[in-house]
């Protein structure tokens, strides 16, 4: 534990994902990645922490990697995402892989912090109530808030980013597109974090399919199981915004984890998946891409937060 008071603290299930991950044979040969940690790798610190409260710059520079913490009631539940570096992109034997995942590029990261989910419908209406966002879904009732926003433009989810930043006073963003595949592959090497195939999301997406409301501990996504970071629905029902332009390829991008902002910015990429998409489209490296102002019924949005170093 880290001497943060006051805490909230639900227990996880940290067992589970633990015997997912080793029954799936989810890959870390990339020697970069060997030595980061994984959600059961934190024991007793493996624990919600929900101050409801924005950290102080004690606080935040306390963090560890894997910590969970959440700065108001309304806000994203984040967790720290360990520093490190990894190969972005996809090899050209890949299945499913396009040439606009290449060329195989290393990037290396400063820690940051990532929702743990896609920002729900109650998150996003406290930005419409906040007078922070324009866009009113026009699904959200008193029972569903849990489920992720969607139909959302980039626009619309830079509005969402820039109102948490002055509601909290805390440097909320999108992620970049290296952060979101960095998250996404949690130190494996694999096309899914779990491996090679897509059979066991499908697997969740039949459990999840007669949910109609959350179980009383945890929102729905949670009965879904997290990657090895302990963050869900990296490969999707929704796709999240980046804030990178569209570039065809990965000649010239960052190498530092920025977002690549450079030239033609008509089109933002988006990273995910959507359950009206292939498999193949839901891949750790594979990536599409909307004009700012295009709505779509599988995009939402997932915050990051830069913390101090």
Known sequence: MNGFAPRLLVLLAPLMIQVHVASVGAQTSDQSMQALPTLTDKGASALDLRLLRPLSRSEEKALLPLDPFKECDRCPAMIVVPGGSFTMGASADESGSTADERPQHQVTFSRFAVGRFPVSLDEWNACVIGKGCSFRPSDATASNGWKPVTNIQWIEAKEYVEWLSRATGRPYR????????????????????????????????????????????????????????????????????????????????????????????????????????????????????????????????????????
């Open 174 to 309: 999108l992620l970049s597109e290296s952060e979101r595949e960095y998250v996404a592959r949690a130190g494996t090497t694999t096309p899914f974090w779990w491996g090679d195939s897509f059979a066991i999301d499908q697997v969740e997406e039949r459990q999840l399919a007669g949910t109609s409301s959350p179980p009383p501990t945890m929102s729905a996504f949670e009965t879904s199981l997290p990657n090895p970071w302990g963050v869900y629905e990296v490969h999707g029902r929704v796709y999240d915004w980046v804030e990178d332009c569209w570039h065809d390829t990965y000649q010239g991008a960052p190498t530092d984890g920025s977002a690549w902002i450079e030239d033609d910015c008509s089109r933002h990429v988006l990273r995910g998946g959507s359950l009206s998409r292939a498999a193949q489209t839901r891949r750790a490296a594979a990536r599409i891409w909307f004009g700012p102002s295009n709505r779509m019924h599988y995009m939402s949005v997932r915050v990051a937060r830069t913390l101090q170093r």
